[in-house]
């Protein structure tokens, strides 16, 4: 015969089965570290993609950029260029602007696609046309083969948006600059999905940053990068985002 031994069990006074302290305690412990480890994952910063910016660059952007309180919204702002609209900043993707990579023959679109897409390199004889490609969205990481969507699938998003760079300063600058900073391929401009480009709209860092947390340095660098270079503010709730944004960043190797 043989004798099946169970972990012996206590009762209280009322005849009630008192479960052993042991596992009761082991129980306590294990939902103690589970609790410290969410608090860990959640309060520290997330890993950055590889590839992004290391932190002391873009802290120096931070830095550097000119803070206000808040983005008043300035009237004025017309972004179209048809019948009698004020086209502020210059016809969309025009290639006269005196912008980065202008004065080739070809619309600021063009060339954005044609760099950020993988194999997107115009052929020769095909003029300024994007065969397709690939793109891998620099917002979120889905991978996006313009063969299947199509290039109308694809955006081209100014990082800092146009109405804010009007509310913030821009409105008072000389149309030649203000064409240019939308045409600024280098700065300011990056292919991207047309569903994350429309979500973020005009929203700027303290209301929309990327859905990938693992990309918001990215996202900064970009974003300070175009302030700094044309002297445009961000406001107070913004440099809060960007700073949490850059506490992502990697340390320098």
């Given at each position: 015969?043989?004798?099946?031994?169970r972990?012996?069990?206590?009762?209280?006074p009322?005849g009630?089965?008192v479960?052993?302290?042991?596992?009761?305690a082991?129980?306590?412990?294990?939902?103690v570290?589970?609790?410290?480890?969410?608090?860990?994952?959640?309060?520290?910063?997330?890993?950055?993609v590889?590839?992004?910016?290391?932190?002391?660059?873009?802290?120096?952007?931070?830095?550097?950029?000119?803070?206000?309180?808040e983005?008043?919204r300035?009237?004025?702002?017309?972004?179209?260029?048809s019948?009698?609209?004020?086209?502020?900043?210059?016809?969309a993707?025009?290639?006269t602007?005196?912008?980065?990579?202008?004065?080739?023959?070809?619309?600021?679109?063009?060339?954005?696609?044609?760099?950020?897409?993988?194999?997107?390199?115009?052929?020769?004889?095909?003029?300024?046309?994007v065969?397709?490609?690939?793109?891998?969205?620099p917002?979120?990481?889905?991978?996006?083969?313009?063969?299947?969507?199509?290039?109308?699938?694809?955006?081209?998003?100014?990082?800092?948006?146009l109405?804010?760079?009007?509310?913030?300063g821009a409105?008072?600058?000389?149309?030649a600059?203000?064409?240019?900073?939308?045409?600024?391929?280098?700065?300011?401009?990056?292919?991207?999905?047309?569903?994350?480009n429309?979500?973020?709209?005009?929203?700027?860092?303290?209301?929309?940053?990327?859905?990938?947390?693992?990309?918001?340095?990215f996202?900064a660098?970009?974003?300070?990068?175009?302030a700094?270079?044309?002297?445009?503010?961000?406001t107070?709730?913004?440099?809060?985002?960007?700073?949490?944004?850059?506490?992502?960043?990697?340390?320098?190797?």
């Amino acid at each position: 015969m043989f004798r099946v031994y169970r972990n012996p069990v206590s009762t209280s006074p009322a005849g009630r089965v008192v479960p052993p302290l042991a596992p009761r305690a082991l129980v306590l412990a294990l939902g103690v570290l589970v609790v410290l480890a969410a608090v860990s994952w959640f309060g520290q910063p997330r890993r950055s993609v590889p590839g992004s910016p290391v932190r002391d660059e873009v802290a120096a952007l931070l830095d550097a950029v000119e803070v206000v309180d808040e983005r008043t919204r300035a009237p004025g702002y017309e972004r179209e260029c048809s019948g009698n609209s004020a086209c502020v900043f210059g016809p969309a993707w025009s290639d006269t602007t005196g912008a980065p990579g202008a004065a080739n023959g070809c619309s600021t679109r063009h060339d954005v696609l044609s760099r950020d897409l993988i194999g997107g390199t115009r052929e020769d004889g095909a003029g300024c046309e994007v065969p397709g490609g690939v793109l891998t969205d620099p917002y979120t990481g889905r991978v996006i083969d313009a063969g299947t969507v199509g290039l109308r699938g694809i955006h081209v998003d100014h990082v800092y948006p146009l109405s804010a760079a009007w509310d913030l300063g821009a409105r008072a600058w000389p149309p030649a600059r203000r064409a240019a900073f939308a045409n600024d391929v280098d700065r300011n401009l990056l292919a991207v999905s047309a569903s994350v480009n429309t979500g973020k709209s005009d929203s700027t860092p303290a209301d929309w940053l990327p859905p990938d947390p693992g990309r918001h340095c990215f996202y900064a660098s970009r974003y300070l990068t175009a302030a700094v270079a044309y002297g445009l503010p961000v406001t107070a709730a913004d440099h809060r985002a960007l700073a949490g944004a850059v506490r992502r960043c990697p340390d320098r190797p």
